[in-house]
């Protein structure tokens, strides 16, 4: 069974940048999909990014197309996401969450496999 971990969050300045990383184990990887999704409080999940099986196909919600960017290392087992330009608006617990497909989906009930989550705070 697929294991997701995540890190990287933590507390930027309106306008920094952070890497999150996500590491998988259980299973090898470029069998799935990862997307990252993250949650406001009071707010619902939301897509953020996603990523297919070996890269080819990759999705942003609008509201982080150019600033962020999804990668991923099959080789070593890992999926990152560049967050740049941070705004107060995209503080949140940004988890992983991988799906047995070889495409993207925005709805997080299609992922099967999720991460514990990290907290990315962003304040002056």
């Known amino acids: 069974q697929l294991q997701l971990v995540e890190s990287g969050g933590g507390l930027v300045h309106p306008g920094g940048s952070l890497r999150l990383s996500c590491a998988a184990s259980?299973?090898?990887?470029?069998?799935?999909?990862i997307a990252w999704f993250r949650q406001a409080p009071g707010k619902e999940r939301e897509g953020v990014s996603c990523?297919?099986?070996?890269?080819?196909?990759?999705y942003y919600a609008d509201s982080v197309k150019g600033p962020f960017t999804i990668s991923r290392d099959n080789a070593k087992n890992m999926v990152y996401l560049q967050m740049n330009s941070l705004k107060p608006e995209d503080e949140a617990v940004y988890y992983c969450?991988?799906?047995?497909?070889?495409?993207?989906?925005?709805?997080?009930?299609?992922?099967?496999?999720w991460g514990q989550g990290t907290q990315v705070t962003v304040s002056s």
């Open positions: 990523i297919s099986r070996y890269g080819f196909i990759t």
């Open positions: 969450a991988g799906r047995d497909s070889s495409s993207c989906s925005r709805n997080d009930y299609d992922y099967a496999y």
């Open positions: 259980g299973f090898t990887l470029n069998y799935y999909t």
